[in-house]
């Protein structure tokens, strides 16, 4: 027999809301289960039960907001540390991207619970996502998540000579971190001194580690995609919404 998930668990897994969105949701009686309001925390259903939401629920989720920063060097992406700002600070209408085409307009409420989905290094610059939805989150740092990320990073090979095509091949797919084997990447040149990086994981400062391994020197990373959205011609410092036609 089956056995039975957390209610909030089940709506994370059917793509309906993140689990703190779900637990909310049930705390005011916005879940049904069968037809049937179930408004109790830690609640349980079978996989097979049928789980729909009110109204209410979806149209709350509709004016949650995902924005795109291209941070620069110096901010970290969450909770600020070190005596460093966090990205979150440059989301102000004073640096809102004046080619952003969003009919939305900025409030302070848009940043109550706009949270990073995903890391960029403190001395890493490009896109990154802040989002109030956790569907948003889910997608892009949930544990199932394979959206690509794309980086270009300059580098500096520390040994004599070029780097061996064996390394490259390494950097593709061979290297380990933490005891664990690294999802296969594209790693291709761009020019003499530019690696371009596309991944399926974001291990803490894995690029740089990974770099490391093969006695590259990284001097510069720079975000400019994640899945189907891009960096594009957003300036340093500034910030978008996430179009309603985009979709990572």
């Known amino acids: 027999m089956t056995e039975p998930l957390r209610l909030s668990k089940r709506m994370s897994e059917l793509g ?10 049930i705390a005011r009686g916005w879940v049904r289960v069968d037809g049937v309001v179930v408004s109790e ?8 039960q049928k789980v729909t939401v009110e109204r209410q629920a979806a149209a709350e989720q509709s004016k949650r907001v ?5 941070k620069p060097v110096g901010y970290v992406s969450g909770q600020a540390e070190d005596g460093y700002r966090p990205a979150l600070v440059l989301v ?10 969003a009919p939305l307009r900025f409030h302070p409420t848009q940043l109550r619970s706009l949270v990073p989905a995903g890391r960029l290094d403190i001395d ?8 109030q939805d956790g ?35 390494r950097l593709n797919y061979g290297l380990t971190l933490d005891g664990k084997k690294l999802k296969p990447a594209q790693v291709r040149w761009q020019n003499d001194d ?22 590259l020197k990284v001097l510069g990373l720079k975000r400019v995609r994640i899945g189907g959205v891009t960096l594009g011609d957003l300036p340093p410092g500034q910030w978008r919404y996430l179009g309603a036609d985009e979709r990572f």
């Open 194 to 215: 530019q690696l371009r990086f596309v991944l399926r994981e974001g291990k803490k400062r894995q690029i740089r580690r990974m770099c490391d391994m093969v006695g």
């Open 41 to 48: 925390l830690g609640s349980k259903v079978l996989p097979h």
């Open 124 to 131: 890493s610059t490009g896109l990154l996502v802040l989002t």
């Open 135 to 169: 569907r948003v989150a889910k997608q892009l740092i949930g544990e199932d998540s394979a959206v690509e990320k794309e980086y270009l990073v300059r580098v500096e090979y520390t040994r004599p000579g070029r780097l061996p095509e064996s390394d490259l091949k």
């Open 66 to 70: 995902t924005v795109l920063v291209h």
């Open 92 to 101: 102000t209408p004073e640096n809102r991207w004046e080619e952003d085409r």
């Open 16 to 25: 309906l809301c993140s689990r703190r969105e779900a637990d909310e949701w």
